[in-house]
């Protein structure tokens, strides 16, 4: 549209030059783009000769791209009734109905001019700008060639041509077409193999695909136009390649060129990007004293209002950066962030029905997006049915073995009520003694929010239990309430009957065990968190348990994840019966573990866990512990996983002679349907 408006006046200028002397002035301010100026200057001239066609016609075109679309289409619509016939004011009417957004009123209209002139190169630019407008590139990149012919290699009809091309290179990513936007893009390339725009639109294509090695290239490419652009797009893919101290360091560089003379756009944009990488690096201090400092110098900004959430965000303050979101709306209702951002920021808050609606807000602006699509993929995968299994078979130096087998099928019926269900099946057995026993379980439960980030659990069944001695049947249930107290805090409390299974000779005794039990996890923006956990345990043979487990621990990576930390236990019965199952008055265990676990993008995925520490029996003599734990899976399909886990451990555990365990097992996790039943396609919300 800036083509056509400069060859517009142009033809103004041409049309009216020698007749209007007087006014170059005027003109001059509206070829240099000064259109206020330009309108000032019109209007006095108008205040003396009202009737003046060229003064008219000037002012409507600086009253236009001064802003005020809907006054120059009315000062252009009485020009056409005194002059219907003024080619010239023809297209200034076209023209400024394209100011007005009106494109499909002004489709119409350059069609009608088409047919007077067909080799008129404003009226064919014009055109294939408009058709642009209207996402129909294939049609506009026709035309803005016909324009070409008229006038070959004009440059304004090059710059509209460049623009076509990344309108209809970003409709194919809209529809996750890379491959052929790529092939849109290079057209852009042939002609000008350093455009600033064309190498970001590739780069984006390219960051999207997670082809993170070509992103590279392009930046570097582009860095020899622009360093400052170049060095925020390596600082991007370094966060996406999950190397953030590396995305700091380069925006630090990008940091240190920007001078007076910076364009406005590009120093924001790269301030920006500094506050994003010490968010990235949890340098929460540093970056909200640089979004402080930006909202002083840009307080009604929305891009400083999505940065002050993105922080929000990774502090865990969901409440904080939804109200940020909403602020962004209010002021565009069609910002991507906002949209996305409040979406994301609904689901954090575990209110799924909203995120669900903002979620198709966002589909119904923005189409297939990748990031819209990913979002609600994840949302999805969340309350699509599940089925898993788990085989195992364990073993200990007491001569017990146990081979159990598990299947568990969960089904959300909607965002606030989930069903489950579960069989197990476990034949424990003594190779010493020849004792022997089976329980088959089964079991029923449901998963309620009661509101957000509250959810009530509840699960009965029952238990045949078939030994050397005889046979017996038992209750189970398990009721708790899982809540978030605060920022990054998890706690659960509830009651759990169960009947103790560690092996045969105990699954003969038919001990009933009923817990009280709290559990309660802390986070941290410092990386450390705390978790604990206390039972209170009153069995059907008069014995008491209280257990107290806590583990204070440290991340140090986050992708993928290592933690390190302390655990303590302690483990206390009313009385000891040593012969029938390890119950000492005190048991203290403390180790230092660490955890590596990967379950990011990718096939595969692997958890590694491994603790060493004391355990002390009573007053026996301090002993050493070790614990080894490993998992190895496979993501057959989005749909798919299978995963292979072992442990092995020799800390006390059931019975006093449970001092080496070990136990390996498969599991398999199939997701049933690719949506969760109460829905159908994406954008739209439960029937």
């Known amino acids: 549209m800036k083509a056509t408006t400069i060859i517009v006046i142009l033809i103004i200028l041409q049309s009216f030059l020698g007749h209007a002397q007087d006014m170059q002035e005027g003109f001059t301010y509206l070829e240099t783009g000064k259109y206020q100026e330009a309108v000032t200057y019109f209007e006095s001239v108008l205040e003396t000769y009202p009737e003046n066609k060229t003064a008219r016609l000037c002012y409507g075109r600086a009253v236009g791209l001064q802003g005020d679309a809907p006054k120059a289409v009315a000062i252009f619509e009485n020009l056409l009734k005194e002059y219907p016939q003024d080619f010239e004011i023809q297209l200034n009417y076209a023209e400024s109905l394209l100011w007005n957004k009106k494109y499909t009123e002004a489709k119409t ?3 009608t001019l088409l047919k007077k002139d067909d080799t008129s190169f404003p009226t064919l630019l014009g055109y294939a700008n408009t058709l642009s407008n209207l996402k129909m590139y294939e049609k506009a990149l026709a035309y803005v060639n016909k324009a070409l012919t008229v006038l070959p290699g004009n440059a304004n009809a090059l710059v509209s041509k460049k623009y076509i091309y990344l309108g209809y290179a970003n409709q194919y990513v809209q529809s996750q077409e890379y491959d052929t936007a790529l092939i849109v893009l290079q057209k852009n390339i042939e002609v000008d193999p350093s455009d600033t725009e064309t190498l970001l639109n590739i780069a984006n294509v390219y960051l999207i695909t997670s082809a993170f090695a070509k992103a590279k290239t392009t930046y570097l490419t582009l860095e020899k136009n622009d360093s400052i652009i170049a060095l925020n797009g390596l600082s991007l893919v370094s966060h996406l390649e999950g190397k953030e101290k590396k995305a700091l360091k380069i925006s630090k560089r990008a940091m240190a060129l920007l001078t007076d003379q910076t364009d406005e756009t590009v120093r924001n944009q790269t301030v920006e990007r500094f506050a994003q990488a010490l968010v990235w690096n949890k340098k929460y201090t540093i970056s909200g004293h640089v979004i402080d400092s930006l909202t002083q110098v840009y307080p009604d900004k929305n891009w400083v209002r999505s940065l002050r959430a993105t922080q929000d965000v990774y502090t865990g303050d969901f409440k904080k950066a939804l109200i940020q979101y909403d602020s962004i709306l209010e002021k565009d209702s069609l910002s991507f962030d906002g949209n996305l951002g409040k979406a994301n920021a609904q689901k954090a808050l575990g209110d799924y029905e909203k995120a669900y609606d903002q979620a198709a807000k966002a589909y119904a602006i923005f189409g297939k997006q990748k990031d819209v699509m990913t979002f609600t993929k994840t949302l999805d995968k969340q309350f699509t049915p599940v089925v898993e299994t788990r085989t195992s078979y364990s073993f200990d130096n007491g001569d017990n073995e146990a081979t159990t087998f598990l299947a568990n099928a969960s ?44 959810m009530l659990n509840a699960q009965a069944g029952i238990t045949d239990v078939t030994t050397n001695d005889g046979n017996y049947a038992a209750f189970l249930a398990d009721v708790s309430l899982s809540l978030q107290p605060g920022k990054r805090q998890n706690l659960d409390l509830g009651y759990r009957r169960e009947w103790e299974d560690f ?5 003969q005794r038919a001990i009933a065990k009923n817990t009280l039990y709290g559990t309660y996890n802390l986070s941290t923006n410092a990386n450390i968190g705390w978790y604990t956990q206390y039972n209170f345990t009153f069995q059907n043979d008069d014995n008491q348990k209280h257990l107290l487990f806590t583990s204070l621990y440290y991340s140090i990576f986050d992708k993928p994840l290592l933690k390190t930390g302390i655990n303590y236990q302690y483990i206390s019965f009313k009385d000891q019966v040593p012969a029938i199952y390890f119950s000492p008055e005190s048991f203290n265990v403390v180790e230092v573990f660490v955890d590596f676990l990967k379950n990011q993008k990718g096939k595969w995925f692997y958890n590694l866990n491994a603790a060493t520490g004391l355990q002390f029996i009573e007053d026996q003599e301090q002993q050493a512990i070790y614990r080894f734990q490993g998992k190895l899976g496979y993501h057959v399909s989005e749909r798919l996983s299978v995963d292979v886990f072992g442990l092995h451990s020799n800390i006390a555990s059931a019975t006093a002679a449970g001092f080496r365990f070990t136990e390996v097992g498969f599991h398999v996790k199939w997701d049933l349907t690719k949506k969760p039943i109460f829905r159908k396609v994406v954008g739209e919300l439960k029937e």
């Open 109 to 111: 209209y350059y069609e």
């Open 503 to 507: 092996n045969a000779d105990l699954l």
């Open 411 to 454: 089904l959300p019926l909607s965002t606030k009520l989930k069903v489950f269900g579960a069989y197990q099946y476990r034949d424990a057995q003594n190779t010493v003694t020849n004792s022997e026993a089976k329980a088959s379980s089964v079991y029923v439960g449901l998963r309620y929010a009661v509101k957000p980030r509250v």
